[in-house]
């Protein structure tokens, strides 16, 4: 009866390793392409904000200035208008400066590639 379960078991744990085995050898060629894509990704992205951000400061610059003259004519009518033009420029300039100061991951990436890889790892475990 043991040699029954034992000849049964043999295939079964042959298959099991020569599946572990190439697992392995499919991590190990993959590995490096994940590696690059997932530095391709975050620098592509953290450039993406970046621009973005700078986009959206220049733009609220630009219509700081052009609204300016608009917005001390209407003063007269009264503070709420000003005060929610200011607002809106306040908060679209807080959300720009935050992205122009988070969007710097592809300077880490081109400089130390494999500190920022340790950094993502550290992050992905925690």
């Known amino acids: 009866m043991d040699e029954e379960i034992k000849a049964q078991l043999i295939p079964i744990i042959e298959g099991t390793k020569e599946g572990l085995a190439k697992a392995v050898d499919f991590l190990c060629e993959q590995s490096p392409i994940l590696v690059k894509e997932i530095l391709w990704w975050h620098g592509v992205s953290s450039a993406i904000l970046l621009l973005a ?56 990436i081109l400089i130390a590639p494999r500190l920022f890889l340790l950094e993502f790892m550290k992050d992905a475990i925690a």
Not at 72 to 87: A, N, Q, V
Not at 88 to 106: L, R
């Open 53 to 108: 951000s700078v986009l959206v400061l220049c733009c609220l610059y630009r219509m700081r200035r052009k609204s300016y003259n608009t917005i001390k004519d209407s003063w007269d009518d009264g503070p709420i208008p000003t005060l929610g033009i200011s607002l809106a420029y306040a908060v679209g300039g807080m959300f720009g400066f935050i992205g122009c100061i988070e969007g710097w991951d592809w300077l880490k």
